[in-house]
């Protein structure tokens, strides 16, 4: 008896073909709909005015805003 024989290869041969059918066949019903939901942003959230934070007579901003 061989190690490496040919009926060793087509026994992992068919293992392999039918393990991938299985893990289709489980998965299948999961192909159906979206891959991935739509991505969403997050809302922007606003910093809290801080006490230390300039009054708007104070920012400096350009001409003809």
Known sequence: MRLFS?????NFGIGFVLGALLIVG???DS???E??????AAE?????????APTPEFV???EGR
Request: glycine share 4%; charged share 20%.
């Open 6 to 10: 040919p009926d060793l290869f087509r």
């Open 26 to 28: 489980a998965r299948a």
């Open 31 to 33: 192909w159906t709909g």
């Open 35 to 40: 891959l991935a939901p739509a991505a969403q």
């Open 44 to 52: 922007l959230r606003k910093a809290p005015a801080s006490p230390d």
């Open 60 to 62: 400096i901003a350009p």
